[in-house]
């Protein structure tokens, strides 16, 4: 069963500590993507990464940080940085990062600050 | 740069009506043009997608959408609304030479019985 996971589901986070949000996909696709959704606010692209080892700033990345160690495997951290982490949390993933490729989506993840 | 506008927040269609959500784009160069549809608390679903060639792109669950390059506009169609299209829907573009998908904000389809 080929697809996108991501976890947790919720996630709750006191405010000045940092969390992580998993994503893996099982798909063999080379691009991988964080996006931010906010009400009213469609996505925002936080990083993405084409290629194992590297990952590029995407227009809202300050607060954030990524690694990708492994190609199935995007994991993000919202850090205390991040003055407004509350939102839903997608990640994507497609085949090349070509402009024509499709991305896929994960089911996401709701973090709420308490 | 690249951009793209959905007009309208919300649609409202009765079931079994055809239904329309607007998406312009604008870009320079050549527009890749995608339409993902989502439900509540869960991912983004693709519908379709436009590269080149014909204009009327088909797509899952009996959508359609047609690009207009003099009017850059790349608008989603259903000849019939369902009940169970009630959604949120966005429009992307990526244009030849950027590195990525830009998304718009969205626009709720409520399909009333």
């Known amino acids: 069963d080929g697809g996108i996971t991501q976890s947790p589901k919720y996630l709750f986070r006191k405010e000045g500590q940092n969390v992580t949000l998993s994503c893996e996909q099982n798909?063999?696709?080379?691009?991988m993507y964080w996006y931010r959704q906010d009400p009213g606010q469609g996505l925002r692209l936080i990083y993405y990464s084409q290629i194992v080892n590297d990952f590029q700033k995407g227009d809202i990345a300050e607060g954030y940080s990524v690694s990708r160690e492994k190609k199935e495997s995007f994991p993000l951290t919202v850090t205390s940085a991040q003055k407004n982490p509350t939102a839903f949390y997608l990640c994507?993933?497609?085949?090349?990062?070509?402009?024509?490729?499709?991305?896929?989506f994960g089911p996401g993840t709701r973090l709420t600050v308490l | 740069a690249q951009s793209v506008a959905q007009p309208e927040d919300q649609v409202n269609v009765a079931e079994g009506n055809p239904l329309t959500v607007k998406c312009t784009y604008s870009v320079s160069g050549n527009p890749y043009l995608f339409w993902y549809v989502q439900y509540p608390n869960r991912g983004l679903q693709f519908l379709l997608k436009?590269?080149?060639?014909?204009?009327l792109v088909k797509g899952s669950y009996g959508f359609e959408a047609e690009f207009n390059k003099s009017q850059t506009s790349f608008h989603l169609k259903k000849p019939s609304a369902l009940v169970s299209d009630s959604a949120l829907y966005f429009c992307a573009v990526r244009a030849s030479g950027y590195s990525t998908l830009t998304f718009g904000k969205g626009t709720m389809l409520l399909v009333s019985p």
């Open positions: 994507a993933s497609s085949l090349a990062g070509g402009p024509i490729d499709t991305q896929y």
């Open positions: 436009y590269i080149t060639g014909d204009n």
């Open positions: 798909l063999n696709h080379d691009a």
